[in-house]
């Protein structure tokens, strides 16, 4: 089935700057790679997502990033604010179903 | 649109008793439903989905059940908890058919012990 893995599991960035996640996968015929974010106590909540077509996707602050040669995307977040902080799970289609990586913790030091 | 109820939001309960949680779902018909775990400081795990009225799959061998009695009806349940059975579960409705967005509830934090 489809392994994600997520780089690195946590990230210290300052308030600000840039922050990026990136992950890769195994199964070369997936085609959907969503972003989710989970604030502490929250359920995690779609930021952003990228389907195979695509190289590209931007929406303000936050951009991904698809390879699907490398098979590997990113997240990219600009001018970090505290908000940003949270625990940032990608995931990949496979076998018709997502699956998950284990998550980023990203801490936006003030 | 499409919206998502848990619950309950949280529960303590002692190894070896019952459990049940539930998850309906409004503003859509039909509906791919999944149930995840998390771990404190974990990732996602995937514990069940259903693809319609009494259709399961399991993804992890477990002493955990599920059921979908109705469309928009999907149940947790284990018969004995155990203290690894702790954790934060997702109910999560599929948008836009197979491997499509995942809408997450708000969750029930269960604590066992």
């Known amino acids: 089935g489809e392994n994600v893995e997520q780089h690195p599991s946590t990230l210290s960035v300052q308030e600000g700057d840039s922050a990026v996640i990136k992950c890769t996968y195994s199964?070369?015929?997936?085609?959907?790679f969503p972003w989710y974010k989970q604030e502490l106590g929250k359920r995690p909540q779609l930021i952003i997502d990228?389907?195979?077509?695509?190289g590209e996707k931007k929406d303000q602050r936050i951009a991904v990033t698809l390879n699907k040669t490398a098979k590997h995307f990113s997240l990219h977040i600009t001018e970090t604010q505290p908000e940003d902080s949270a625990v940032y799970f990608c995931?990949?289609?496979?076998?018709?179903?997502?699956?998950f990586g284990k998550g980023n913790q990203v801490v936006v030091i003030p | 649109s499409q919206t998502i109820h848990q619950w309950p939001a949280t529960l303590v309960q002692p190894v070896g008793s019952p459990l049940s949680l539930e998850c309906t779902v409004e503003?859509?018909?039909?509906?791919?439903l999944y149930w995840y775990r998390q771990a404190a400081g974990r990732g996602l795990q995937l514990l069940f989905y259903?693809?319609?009225?009494?259709?399961i799959s399991s993804e992890v061998p477990q002493n955990l059940s599920a059921s979908r009695p109705q469309d928009r009806q999907f149940i947790l349940s284990s018969k004995k908890l155990l203290l690894s059975d702790s954790g934060f579960y997702l109910c999560?409705?599929?948008?836009?058919?197979?491997?499509?967005?995942?809408?997450f509830g708000e969750g029930s934090r269960l604590t066992v012990l």
């Open positions: 995931a990949a289609t496979g076998n018709n179903r997502l699956a």
């Open positions: 199964d070369s015929a997936s085609n959907y």
């Open positions: 990228i389907r195979s077509n695509v």
């Open positions: 503003g859509t018909s039909n509906p791919n």
């Open positions: 259903s693809v319609g009225i009494g259709q």
């Open positions: 999560a409705l599929e948008a836009g058919g197979p491997t499509g967005e995942l809408f």
